[in-house]
């Protein structure tokens, strides 16, 4: 019987870029510490049968396609089975031999974070699939999600990553994102998903200029070049500015923190999954001040942050 195998994808975070990076803007991925494991194991038949599992060990989508054009003969999400089977058949376009072979394919996908985060629930299993089915990743989100492809550079990045995205290429380099400060720093999650199609609907309807993209890569920068946090708030406020001139639409701290004591930005599509929170107080007060606030979910940047020493604890 053939071996069982086994791939591993890291969620993301945008630092930086969010919006314009879609348009050329250099931005700031950072890798997390949380991320999607896939497993395969082959056996007599000729189906796959798929299984997602949440951090809990809760089943959350089971399905079984036929091999011959991939259609679901059962799901518990029709939606999530559609997805699946365009999945299947992009990976078969950009490489004929995938499941060519008359098998039985038992696929069994398991999350480290919950599916509404944000993190990453869809870049992870592009990841993986692409890995299993020997495929450019880059390609096969084009041909089904979509979007930047940040979060797919960050899938198998060690650390932090400067990606821009321009119409001659992709580029992807290590970034020298580590400031002494990181302990001051915090990951909330906002509990209130938001479509990312519909929020990059909003953006394109706004008008871009080329200072915007050349500003936001500027900043970009300028993150990685600051050695105290009260430089660090004073661009998150500088960013945050720029993308609600361009929205048009206020910064999240003026419409849920505008009695917080330090500074925050987005991260991601705008009102949903993770802010970036910076704290000269106390992680007990910190805590409390969000918690107050119906925020439960908290984690500092330390925590979630993929670094040398998170990669070699998963080997």
Known sequence: MPPKLTYQANGKILLSGEYLVLDGALALGIPVSLGQRMSIKESSGSELVWQSFKPNGEQWFTGKFDLFGFDPIKSSNPEIAARLKSVFEAAVRLNSDFLSKWYKYRVDTFLEFEPEWGLGSSSTLISCIAEWADVDEFDLMEMTFGGSGYDIACAKAKGPIFFQNDPECISVDPADFNPSFT???????????????????????????????????????????????????????DHEKLVAGILEIPRIKDQFFNDYWGEIKSLGAWGGDFILASSTRTPEETKSYFNQKGFDVLFHYEQMALSATHVEERV
Do not use: P, W
Request: a positive charge; hydrophobic letters at 35%; one cysteine or more.
């Open 183 to 237: 302990d001051q720093l915090y990951l909330i999650y906002l509990g209130t998903k938001v479509n990312s199609r519909d929020q990059i609907g909003l953006y394109r309807r706004k008008k871009v200029k080329t200072s915007h993209i050349e500003e936001i890569s500027q900043l970009t920068k300028a993150f990685c070049n600051v050695t105290d946090l009260k430089y660090f708030e004073e661009l998150m406020v």
